[in-house]
């Protein structure tokens, strides 16, 4: 046989009313009387009883039928009430209410006193059920509350799951169209020189300045570059000769007048142009590196000779030369424009 649903059965249903019913009578009564004897505060009620001493508290759930006192209480609380005004404190606590309204006030506790024990088993059985309720509605939303906690979490992982297959097909998709834009822009531009790449390990920065640092002509320019050089050298030479020389009766001014003296001989300057060190008269500031390579004494095949040079000592310029007398003319260059 199935067990029956919790609930309250209809005899205890019954006695629960029944009672509730007598006391709220009751607590009505109470309140006519306690308007009848002129309505006394409750700490005064307090005040005045003797025995038992009554308290605010149990005069307020007295008149509100929240609980039905006791007969010594309630014949108490009807003996302060309906005793006179007029009364000093001993007399008034010597004072004894109406046996009729005391056996009356009796014979109403009684009956609701009565209802109270019936309805008490059915309040327990009423307590019982009502505790059941709670304890199985309490174990109810346990199992909602975990059931939805699970649920939540399945939603979480298969959102989890989706969202990382949507952007693995994202990443898929991007591979695809980045390739086929490749693959148009080569075929758009085939004749397109693909762009030089650097070594490995190399950056764009270090490979231009290593790049500058050791820049050299090619092989096949250097010939050319030394003869063109060698070329000018020997022309601005040639120049510098002609406006160095001259006849012997015509009139220089100071500075051919010092050239003169540095190089007696013009006819040796010519042939220097043509020597094959032009490493030795051709200088470069110092720490600088020259474009090409120049000809030395050791790679030249057929050693030229060297001029004889005259009896007479050519004074050689110092590395720092004396300062350069202002050009004046002679006195010959004088007499003979005169």
Request: charged share 20%; proline share 10%; hydrophobic share 40%.
């Amino acid at each position: 046989m199935a067990a029956e649903e919790p609930g309250v059965e209809p005899q205890d249903r019954e006695a629960i009313e029944a009672y509730e019913a007598s006391l709220a009578a009751f607590a009505e009564k109470l309140n006519l009387l306690h308007i009848a004897g002129g309505t006394p505060s409750y700490a005064a009620i307090a005040s005045a009883s003797v025995r038992p001493r009554l308290t605010t508290t149990g005069v307020n759930e007295m008149l509100s039928g929240k609980r039905l006192p006791s007969l010594e209480s309630l014949l108490e609380f009807v003996r302060v009430v309906t005793t006179p005004s007029g009364l000093d404190k001993p007399a008034a606590q010597k004072f004894r209410a109406e046996a009729a309204l005391v056996e009356e006030w009796r014979g109403l506790w009684q009956d609701t006193k009565l209802l109270q024990r019936r309805a008490q088993p059915a309040s327990r059985r009423l307590k019982v059920t009502v505790r059941q309720i709670h304890d199985d509605a309490v174990r109810e939303a346990e199992a909602v509350r975990t059931a939805a906690h699970a649920e939540a979490e399945r939603i979480r992982t298969s959102a989890h799951t989706d969202a990382e297959g949507i952007l693995a097909q994202a990443h898929r998709d991007a591979d695809q169209v980045l390739g086929r834009a490749h693959e148009t822009a080569a075929a758009a531009t085939p004749d397109r020189p693909e762009p030089q790449r650097l070594p490995r390990g190399t950056s764009r920065r270090g490979w231009l300045a290593g790049a500058g640092r050791g820049a050299a002509l090619p092989s096949g320019v250097r010939p050319a570059a030394a003869v063109l050089a060698v070329t000018v050298l020997a022309v601005a030479t040639v120049l510098v000769g002609d406006s160095l020389t001259g006849s012997s009766g015509g009139c220089h001014d100071g500075q051919t007048q010092a050239a003169g003296r540095l190089a007696p001989d013009p006819a040796r300057v010519r042939p220097a142009a043509f020597t094959v060190e032009p490493a030795a008269f051709i200088s470069l500031p110092p720490g600088a590196r020259a474009p090409f390579s120049m000809p030395t004494a050791t790679s030249s095949p057929t050693p030229e000779t060297s001029p004889t040079p005259d009896a007479s000592p050519t004074p050689s310029p110092s590395a720092t030369p004396s300062p350069t007398p202002s050009p004046s003319k002679s006195g010959r260059c004088t007499n003979s424009s005169t």
